[in-house]
């Protein structure tokens, strides 16, 4: 399993920003799938965002829950081994503790079910 460390959570008013980061252990970083998940309370678990780890024919590619495309974006330094989700257009609706996920394989990027590493999770809270 991959170590996950994420950073960068806080209180923002509505409208603002937040850039998270997750730092991983492994050496081999750019070989795994690496998602963002968000769990608000009294709900389950969702997926957010991921990147794919880039092969030689294809680049790595993002994928995006709807209700943050066009204000979240996900980017990966893979000489960093660091994976980061930039938000931006913060909503109420977006307060919940994100987590960050790690994978291998080629199975389904948005289910919680397919991450085998996962973060502790950090806090993010919009206020109106």
């Known amino acids: 399993q991959v170590q996950l460390v994420e950073s960068g959570g806080g209180l923002v008013q509505a409208g603002g920003s937040l850039r998270l980061s997750c730092a991983a252990s492994e050496r081999t970083f750019n070989n795994y799938v690496m998602g963002w998940f968000r769990q608000a309370p009294g709900k389950e678990r969702e997926f957010v965002a991921a990147?794919?780890?880039?092969?030689?024919?294809?680049?790595?590619?993002?994928y995006y829950a709807d209700s943050v495309k066009g204000r979240f974006t996900i980017s990966r330094d893979n000489a960093k081994n660091t994976v980061y989700l930039q938000m931006n257009g913060l909503t109420p609706e977006d307060t919940a503790v994100y987590y960050c996920a790690a994978k291998s394989g080629f199975s389904s990027v948005t289910s919680q079910y397919e991450y085998d590493s996962w973060g502790q999770g950090t806090q993010v809270t919009v206020s109106s």
């Open positions: 990147t794919t780890a880039a092969t030689t024919w294809i680049g790595s590619r993002t």
